[in-house]
């Protein structure tokens, strides 16, 4: 039997139509009580969020399996259990970043919890309108409804009055050092990289409509996601179960940056990722935008972008940058120094080209990095503080100069300058060597 064949069979004989009352059930009991609770933020648990994400995900799976996508009786049921999917993985973040924030060891956070109070409660506001609608959409469709329902006591929340004690350590401090001075470094490379997109302050509605999605999109924020989700787990697997956190609070402070951070951009993708497919582009078919229409009664298009835009990129820019000052402590207390003797560039000195290389360096790396000259040190991440050692270098006629700090830049200076500082005696730019692939 060919598979056009066997789908046919499927949905004549019935097996869809039994099937999806099956699929349905559990989907349509948490809606049920999502629908019929008080809207306080006890009521919204983690346990009900995961369970409305698993029921929703597993239901979503078998519409998709029968072409639901493509049916313009079974289409809007199936974009509204994808909605309760996507705004119950949302507020199952918030609700992680309401939790565990008191333990993120974070200082002057009564604004971003203020403006989490007011992201959940419209999170929970849509979930429980998209939960209406699904239950009228269901009698609709004469799915049969559950007779019984869930009661409050069903969902309990996460948080009790103990807490288990940690007894596991490992004393190789050496190591762990270097692995802070990775974390470290990702850290601020990851920062600089976000600062870039500009979400220093709030926009207006009619401005977030020009960044989103044309300047910044889910592909952008999943990026990004990866990347912190990438510091986390090198925190938890070298660093959080040698104990080094346990005695060292600015540790615990930087896993709290790094955490709230990957929370909030796993947030702001579901949300731009529901918005782009959900209510943005879903293409020129009738019942598509009609869908489209319903749907943005329940989930305000002009909300979704606020939280988007003023809630979650612009706390990620917030705490990444937040965060900068005590990562680069923690990477210039970690970083194994030495020092190096290298040649002044020739014929011009340390002109543009050669202090913009140099920097480009010491800031790929993030540790701290000095020129020396006599009993003047000058900073070797900035361009201009270099070109005023050139200045001195030039007039007092010094051939070569000594730098210190972070082995891993002083390495890549020493390749730098066994070319001449990437410059030829004309003072045009040459090829630079494949280890330093960075700065082109």
């Known amino acids: 039997m060919t598979k056009i064949r066997m789908s046919q069979a499927l949905l004549q004989g019935g097996g869809f139509a039994e099937k999806v009352h099956h699929f349905s059930w559990d989907f349509l009991k948490l809606c049920a009580y999502l629908d019929g609770s008080e809207p306080v933020r006890e009521t919204f648990t983690k346990k009900l969020y995961a369970q409305m994400v698993s029921s929703s995900k597993l239901l979503e799976d078998f519409l998709d399996f029968h072409g639901a996508k493509n049916s313009s009786k079974w289409y809007y049921y199936r974009e509204l259990v994808s909605s309760v999917r996507n705004l119950s993985e949302t507020s199952y973040s918030q609700k992680h970043i309401y939790i565990r924030l008191p333990f993120y060891n974070l200082a002057d956070t009564d604004r971003f919890e203020e403006a989490g109070y007011r992201t959940h409660k419209f999170l929970t506001s849509s979930l429980r309108s998209i939960c209406s ?55 601020l490379r990851t920062s600089r990289d976000f600062e870039m997109h500009g979400f220093y302050q709030p926009h207006c509605v009619d ?23 990438s510091l986390q787990s090198s925190f938890d697997t070298y660093v959080n179960r040698s104990g080094l956190q346990l005695w060292n609070m600015r540790l615990k402070s930087l896993r709290g940056y790094i955490s709230v951070v990957l929370h909030l951009l796993e947030l702001t993708r579901r949300l731009l990722h529901y918005y782009e497919r959900h209510l943005y582009e879903v293409g020129y078919k009738n019942i598509c935008i009609e869908v489209r229409d319903e749907l943005s009664k329940a989930v305000k298009p002009e909300e979704i972008l606020d939280c988007i835009v003023n809630y979650g990129l612009y706390y990620v820019c917030h705490f990444l940058v937040g965060g900068q000052n005590l990562a680069q402590e923690l990477l210039n207390e970690n970083i194994e120094r030495g020092t190096i003797i290298a040649g002044v560039p020739q014929k011009m000195g340390f002109h543009s080209r050669p202090s913009l290389l140099v920097a480009k360096i010491v800031q790929h ?42 082995k ?14 990437g410059e030829n005696s004309m003072g045009k730019g040459i090829p630079l060597p494949k280890e330093l692939f960075y700065l082109k």
């Open 133 to 187: 609608k699904a239950l009228e959409e269901a009698k609709r469709l004469e799915i049969q409804l559950p007779s019984d329902g869930f009661v409050w006591d069903d969902f309990p929340g996460i948080p009790s009055n103990n807490r288990l004690e940690s007894d596991i350590d490992d004393e190789n401090l050496k190591e762990e050092q270097k692995n802070i001075v990775k974390i470290t470094t990702e850290f």
């Open 207 to 229: 401005e977030i409509k020009t960044i989103v999605p044309g300047r910044f999109n889910e592909e952008q924020a999943r990026r990004f996601e990866m990347a912190v989700h």
């Open 365 to 406: 790396y993030g540790g701290q990095v000095e020129l020396c000259v006599g009993y003047d040190r000058f900073d070797a991440s900035s361009v201009l503080d270099l070109q005023w050692a050139g200045g001195k270098i030039q007039k007092e006629v010094i051939h070569e100069v000594v730098f210190q700090g972070d």
């Open 408 to 421: 891993r830049a002083l390495s890549d200076i020493r390749i730098l300058a066994s070319v001449n500082y």
